[in-house]
């Protein structure tokens, strides 16, 4: 506990002091006053958030409400009990969090959202009008820690928050795994990502995702780092959709566990993308076991899985370092790489730290590996 305190802490020291510097304030500076604010309904939220201390209590969150906070720069938010998000078929979000250098510590509690009265195995292509997402954390520096998300109508956690830690957070969709009246025999949660990211300097640590869809997906940003996360039941930990005009860069992947999902590791670029590149995504130490149609795929051909490969997102520097270990289920494919030429996945890709087992060998298409075991 010590020693995970202490790099929790260093983590934080050097996204926060790295990060304010650079980046430009989106959020009026908000000094606070020492105080400190209870909210106990919605009414609450306007007086208590000009404390330097917010204490949410439990409460239930009016139907077709976003619990909206933006609290004074700097400011401390704890959670003393939980949270429910009433029943309403609106695009949401349920709640959302701004403001600069903000801790929020939800104290283990939970933030309930109703998923299972949403839920039709459609998510977000029909049926009923889902809230999405059910969290955006978009506070600049600071954290969010400690807070369970339970049954998210459709996407669950998006992240949108320059230089911040988002830790200890679960989200637990797995009661979307079962069929209901409505999903026609097939898993009733849908479009449940875990994490979202569309942010620079983040870091997503000791979290837990049960879903039915990507644990995480980056989809723009640098400086990204997730880390020590277990996931399972969905799609795995991908790198986009990345559509146009947009750039991912300097993405860790580190010591990460990864069960029972569609795949395990994914970069997917959409085949008529133009103007993007995804530069540097390092997996270091990560371990995933049944991977059930693939262990690592990398394609250029979104949303076909191994389609016609398109060119227009560059795709350079991805490394497999230290020991990662993937084993794939008997109809899986170990390894796909779907590139469209050898001038979009660039350089020579170092895998020399990947073993996968299990399964068929997949097909290396426009992209020079070398190292590696699968
Ligand atoms: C990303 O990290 C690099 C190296 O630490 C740093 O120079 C750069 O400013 C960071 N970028 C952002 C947007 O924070
Ligand atoms: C531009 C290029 O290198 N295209 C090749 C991509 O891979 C397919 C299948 O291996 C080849 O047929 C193309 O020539």
């Given at each position: 506990m010590k020693s995970f305190t202490a790099f929790v802490a260093l983590a934080l020291a050097s996204v926060s002091f790295a990060a304010p510097s650079t980046r430009a304030r989106r959020y009026p500076q908000k000094v606070a006053k020492r105080c400190t604010g209870t909210i106990t309904s919605l009414s609450d939220v306007e007086s208590a958030q000009k404390c330097d201390t917010v204490v949410i209590e439990s409460f239930t969150i009016d139907a077709g409400e976003t619990f909206t906070l933006k609290p004074a720069d700097g400011a401390t938010v704890t959670l003393n009990g939980d949270l429910t998000f009433g029943y309403k078929e609106w695009d949401g979000p349920l709640m959302i969090v701004e403001g600069n250098d903000i801790t929020f510590d939800g104290g283990g509690h939970t933030l309930n959202g109703q998923g299972e009265q949403y839920w039709d195995g459609q998510g977000q292509n029909g049926g009923k009008t889902k809230p999405s997402p059910m969290l955006r954390i978009n506070h600049d520096g600071g954290s969010f820690s400690d807070v369970e998300v339970l049954n998210s109508p459709a996407r669950a956690v998006a992240i949108g928050g320059d230089g911040i830690v988002v830790s200890k957070i679960t989200v637990d969709d797995s009661a979307g795994d079962a069929s209901n009246d409505d999903s026609d025999g097939e898993a009733a949660g849908h479009n449940t990502d875990g994490f979202d990211i569309s942010a620079d300097s983040v870091t997503v640590e000791n979290s837990v995702v049960k879903n039915q869809?990507?644990?995480?997906?980056?989809n723009r940003g640098t400086n990204i780092t997730f880390q020590n996360n277990k996931c399972s039941g969905g799609h795995g930990i991908s790198i986009g959709s990345i559509g146009s005009d947009t750039e991912v860069s300097n993405v860790q992947i580190t010591g990460n566990t990864v069960s029972d999902s569609q795949q395990c590791f994914r970069i997917k670029t959409k085949a008529a993308a133009t103007g993007s590149k995804v530069s540097g995504v390092t997996y270091t130490d990560n371990t995933a076991s049944g991977c059930e149609r693939w262990g690592v795929l990398i394609t250029q051909s979104y949303p076909a899985s191994l389609g016609a490969a398109g060119t227009g997102v560059i795709i350079s520097d991805v490394t497999f370092s230290g020991t990662n270990t993937v084993s794939v289920g008997d109809d899986a494919d170990r390894v796909d790489v779907n590139c469209g030429s050898k001038s979009s996945c660039t350089g020579t890709w170092d895998f020399s730290g990947l073993t996968v087992t299990g399964g068929k060998k997949g097909s290396i298409k426009n992209a020079t590996i070398s190292g590696g075991s699968f």
């Open positions: 869809d990507d644990c995480l997906a980056i």
